[in-house]
């Protein structure tokens, strides 16, 4: 069983990306998924999640610019990204709490998650 995300690359500030993340030999969009970023140096950041009722939690820097979706007929879950800022710039990895029906508290941990994806580059600039 596998994550893989696409979808990454570069944009001007202001552009819009819509990231993937397809799994695969497991039902994960049927449990707790989130999205998460992390630039060199940095530890790795939620940006947002979604249960199995496909209600949403984002972090601040995200709310009114990203959303979280899923298509569970697809096993995917995606991330429209809007309104892109150069400090978007960073690595974006889909992880999964499997066999978790609802994220709840420790939602933004990535140590709740148990299976990440490789990751795709975002790079945000003029």
């Known amino acids: 069983a596998q994550l893989a995300e696409s979808g990454g690359g570069s944009e001007k500030p202001g552009g819009s990306l819509r990231l993937s993340c397809v799994g695969s030999e497991y039902p994960y969009t049927k449990y707790c998924m989130a999205w998460f970023r992390q630039t060199p140096g940095k530890e790795r950041e939620v940006v947002a999640s979604i249960d199995h009722e496909a209600r949403t939690t984002y972090a601040d820097f995200a709310k009114g610019r990203f959303t979280i979706s899923k298509e569970e007929a697809k096993n995917t879950m995606y991330l429209q990204m809007n309104s892109l800022k150069p400090e978007d710039s960073a690595m974006y990895y889909c992880?999964?709490?499997?066999?978790?029906?609802?994220?709840?508290?420790?939602?933004?941990?990535?140590?709740?998650?148990?299976?990440w994806g490789q990751g795709t580059q975002v790079t945000v600039s003029a």
């Open positions: 992880a999964s709490v499997n066999g978790r029906f609802w994220c709840g508290g420790g939602w933004d941990s990535p140590s709740m998650y148990d299976d």
